[in-house]
């Protein structure tokens, strides 16, 4: 059964940082592609990176890119997402999920909350 869970979400002041864990297993994580998700209140789930495991290429979405960097640890079947210069804007319910443009298995979020 795959199974992915994130964590390490919590409460912070813009500015910053946090760093998301997304522990995966029943899978061979290196022959897959993993992404983080967020969504925030009323608003459409967001594809904000993704990491393909095998060669380690990465994609940031523009509304990420500069702040947050993923990475994994194939050792661990874990993925990473650490967060820097949060802004209240990043408040959401973060996913990981597997796959890079179909994804047929999520992890339950971990929410961030980015004070002002």
């Known amino acids: 059964e795959v199974q992915l869970q994130a964590s390490g979400g919590g409460l912070v002041q813009a500015g910053g940082s946090l760093n998301l864990s997304c522990a995966a297993a029943?899978?061979?994580?290196?022959?897959?592609?993993i992404s983080w998700f967020r969504q925030a209140p009323g608003k459409e789930r967001e594809g904000i990176s993704c990491i393909s495991i095998s060669d380690g290429s990465k994609y940031y979405a523009d509304s990420t890119k500069g702040r947050f960097t993923i990475s994994s640890d194939n050792a661990k079947n874990a993925l990473y997402l650490q967060m820097n210069s949060l802004e209240p804007e990043d408040t959401a319910v973060y996913y990981c999920a597997q796959g890079r443009t179909r994804y047929p298995n999520w992890g339950k979020g971990t929410q961030v909350t980015v004070s002002s």
């Open positions: 029943g899978f061979t994580f290196e022959d897959y592609a």
